[in-house]
């Protein structure tokens, strides 16, 4: 372990020499939301393949890039791309961004996805602010031996979703400023291995347990975070409805994260300028 302890330093220290101002709020993009990205002023951009020991995303709608630069006067380092395991990678790969974002000081991180509506009241086009999840994968990031510098070996997870930034966010959303109140939904995101979407008994499953949406990414990212000590703000775009005779599709996916982009990066903008 003290080898990945070693590239994540590699990392750290290749972005400390092309940003004059450390990133205190980390941004993951899902499919089809980068569309923030574009309001990053003062920019630095960095391939992922620049950076030593970076994976590179390979789904279409992920850009494979670091923007890091202010959005408000907040310096903020944004992924455009993620890491997920159906690609192949082990969740050590998966999480290495979050264990580099930490080492460079970030303390708040808003993690983002596109997933599938479990519970009837949500619908295509809705946001959801993520108030716990369940993994159903197993799979833990934190597998193997502990490395104390990102945190302790037996991390609590409740709350692992930040009550104090999900009442912001619901706050933001009321702002008297937006010339459209920005309806936001609550609920607990499921995290599911992929690549494949779900057969019929899953979604059952999944809808007895408590789950009201499901996707392939996130909850690795967010247990790796709550370990370093980050504070979290989760928010799903729901793209398709699980109870729906159609089967849901990529193409789909990004057709309704594109639509939804614009409310998106408004709430997000919001949630930062008030941190």
Known sequence: MQDYLRKVLESVSFINEKISEMPEIAIILGSGLGGLADEVMDRVEIPYSDIPNFPASKVVGHENKLIIGKIYNKNVIVMQGRFHYYEGYEMDEVTFPIKVFALLGVSKLIVSNAAGGLNKKLKSGDLMLIT????TFGLSPLRGENISEFGERFPGMRNAYSPRLIELAKEQAKAKDLTTKLELKEGVYAFMPGPQYETEAEIKM????????????????????????????????????????VSPSHERVLQVAEQVSEKFKTLVMKVIMAM
């Open 132 to 135: 716990d999840h369940i993994n």
């Open 206 to 245: 999944l809808d007895i347990i408590g789950a009201d949406a499901v996707g392939m990414s996130t909850v690795p990212e967010v247990i790796s975070a709550v370990h370093s000590g980050i504070e979290v703000l989760g928010i799903t775009c729901i793209t398709d409805e699980c109870y729906a005779p």
